[in-house]
């Protein structure tokens, strides 16, 4: 296999890890395949857009996300890397409303950046169309 074909199938599989992680509940464990300095962020077109750092950042986010929910998961439904540091997959996020227990479910993209085999960056968007777009962009730009 190629140099880029080994990070692609490295970072596939590092952002792998972290969904499951997440998926059993481990904050932590998400956090484990993350720098220090991790950065989400989300549009303003996405309900608690903003931009958040490092481990505080990112129990503040997931914190406000999951205090809306009563029950929240997410899924992959495809995934796909973007050059050698990123990866973009279409997420299938489901919850039911906190108290009214209404349920909703959405597709979302996020996109991952890895640096030196651990996640730097995450971002969602409302497409996976977009989501390619930044990436191959940042890939372009060689962004960190």
Same mark, same amino acid.
């Given at each position: ?15 792998? &890890?972290? /969904?499951? !992680?997440?998926? =059993?509940?481990?904050?932590? *464990? ?8 991790? #950065? $989400? ?43 050698? &540091?990123? /990866?973009? !997959?279409?997420? =299938?996020?489901?919850?039911? *409303? ?8 959405? #597709? $979302? ?36």
């Amino acid at each position: 296999m190629t140099r880029t074909g080994d990070l692609q199938r490295s970072n596939v599989e590092l952002v792998r &890890r972290a /969904v499951d !992680a997440f998926q =059993r509940g481990d904050l932590d *464990g998400v956090l484990a395949e993350a720098r220090e300095d991790f #950065e $989400i962020f989300l549009p303003r077109n996405l309900p608690n857009s903003g931009t958040f750092h490092g481990r505080d950042g990112y129990f503040t986010w997931i914190g406000q996300w999951l205090d809306a929910w009563d029950d929240f998961s997410v899924e992959i439904a495809e995934m796909q890397p973007a050059g050698e &540091r990123h /990866v973009v !997959a279409t997420m =299938r996020q489901s919850g039911l *409303g906190k108290g009214s227990r209404i349920p909703v479910e959405m #597709e $979302i993209a996020y996109m991952w950046e890895v640096r030196d085999g651990r996640l730097a960056v995450l971002h969602l968007y409302p497409s996976s169309e977009e989501a390619m777009q930044v990436a191959e962009r940042r890939e372009r730009e060689g962004a960190e």
